[in-house]
């Protein structure tokens, strides 16, 4: 039986700590936000090849509202717009 749980950063199935292997730097720490940022809108991108910009950034910043290691990020909560929106 396996005790995978999600990685708190993109929800890749992992078995210890917060964050899968592709989600950190070669110190063990979170990759910075515009990096993971980048990462995160390439592998929507590799997904739905025909969307724009715009459409990966919208996207991969509502998924990283749902990620408890980025939820709380100004980038993530800017675009979430108001409160009750």
Known sequence: MSDKHPC??????????????????????????????????????????????????RATLAFMATMPAWKDHPRVRAAAGPAGS
Do not use: H, N
Request: with cysteine.
């Open 8 to 57: 708190e950063s993109c929800s890749m199935p992992i078995e210890t700590g917060p964050y899968c292997q592709y989600c950190v730097g070669a110190d063990g720490k979170l990759q910075p936000f515009d990096e993971r940022f980048e990462r995160m809108i390439a592998w929507q991108q590799r997904k739905e090849p025909t969307a724009t910009r715009a459409e990966l950034e």
